[in-house]
């Protein structure tokens, strides 16, 4: 009969997030050449830029934050470049610490096009973001849509889950040519909507 073991109990991602997962944006050289996800490899008439600012349950900014995006391309195709390789081409992945003073991130990618779904369908334009932070057990993710691909959101499996009250706080809202903006909040009103992984 196998032993039974106890489980170990979470640790809090921080207060080291920037220096363990992104340390040349800390400003310790030497360890890495550059930071793994730093950039996406979006170019082009598909890039855009999400920005945002990570807020806690009394309302004010994050600053010890990580977040980690995953995408399809603008074709809708998951498979894309291995991270970390020079390749030169899409890689579908990003690793964005805020900013240390705002609580900002900004990702420069492009705007993924529609993927599959489990059905047969097809899942609206989403990114895939995955938040740790000091405080936070265990990684949190949640999905972020944009505003302007209203009638593919209106179909998407996964956002018909969520209950219509809480929707936008999944939704992107277009401020420019090519720029989004979405705000993500850990707590209280208007709390982010977060999934099981």
């Not at 220096?19 to 030497?30: D, H, K, Q």
């Not at 977040?67 to 074709?75: L, V």
């Not at 369908?121 to 938040?131: R, S």
Request: proline residues 5%; hydrophobic residues 35%.
């Amino acid at each position: 009969m196998a032993k039974q073991l106890k489980e170990s109990p979470s640790q809090t991602a921080g207060p080291y997030v920037h220096i363990g997962l992104t340390p040349n944006y800390t400003g310790i050289r030497g360890v890495y050449p550059g930071d793994l996800g730093k950039e996406t490899g979006a170019e082009g008439s598909a890039a855009i830029t999400l920005t945002g600012t990570v807020y806690d349950g009394a309302g004010e900014p994050v600053r010890d934050c990580l977040i980690e995006f995953t995408q399809a391309d603008a074709q809708g195709r998951t498979k894309l470049a291995k991270v970390g390789r020079k390749t030169g081409k899409f890689t579908g992945f990003a690793r964005v610490p805020v900013n240390l003073k705002t609580g900002e991130f900004r990702l420069k990618t492009v705007k993924p096009g529609a993927v599959a779904a489990a059905d047969g369908g097809l899942q609206a334009p989403h990114i895939t973001a995955w938040i740790v932070a000091r405080g936070v057990n265990v990684g949190l993710h949640t999905r972020i849509y944009f505003a302007d691909e209203a009638k593919a959101n209106a179909t998407d499996p996964v956002l018909s889950l969520v209950p219509k009250a809480r929707r936008n706080t999944l939704i992107a809202e277009k401020t420019a040519n090519n720029r989004y903006r979405i705000d993500i909040r850990l707590q209280g009103e208007d709390e982010t909507v977060f999934f099981d992984a």
